[in-house]
């Protein structure tokens, strides 16, 4: 099958003034294209919980374009991360969009891919674990469902922000486990393990009885400007130049 994978995550849009929002509109429509396959790996946007209007209304112009890639025959594959979920309601009529709240494993041209947003991974940050138990869980859904957007997108926001505060970076210690998970995974067979969150660059290849696995992270695409893609006949991922993003983009705060 032609295409390509392109894969992005992390971006953290805090609203349609966001110059990286417009700079995703024109990378949805610059670079996608007929047969290829759109994988976002969680946190596109820093706040966006639920169905809720106040979300929907905000980001309208890239539901539309997420919505209107089926035309142009182009699959979509969100992979929720801990500060977007629950996005289930709003693709619902779109067969071309398909989400997951955990991991994706995917198959393409005989190769193995494992990708999830990592925010499980480090069990030991406290501020993760918590941000995502109170917003994941059974009762917290109901409370999503029945709270009013506004409500969401406030105390969201402040939640958003308080996991800001608590791990500014990625420590050393978390790129270690990242890369550790990326390991395992590969040791059981998969040949790619595709995560973020960490919002540390990563492109690394292990070698485990033979078998060579490439793990890679887009990082923080705000600060690093990159992206991910694999062509067909390609051995490897490619971390790209998003060359779009020239303009600074609003001082750099490394996010969780
Ligand atoms: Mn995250």
Redesign the pocket.
Known sequence: MAGKLVILS?LHVWGPEDPLYRALLRFIDGKLGEGDKFFIV??LFDLFIGNKSVFTDRYYELISRLRELGSRGVEVFYIE???DFHLENIFDDCAHVRLYADTLHYEWNGRKFHFC???KINWRDVGYQTFRFLTRNLVSQCIIEAAPGALIDRVGSMMSKASRGYNPEASEKVVHLFRNYACEQISSGYDFVIM??SHHLDDMRFRVDGHEGQYVNVGYPRKHRKYLELREGETFFQLKSWEDLVTPLRPVKTV?
Do not use: L, R, V
């Open positions: 992390d969680g946190d991360g801990n500060h947003h990592g925010d973020g969150h969780g």
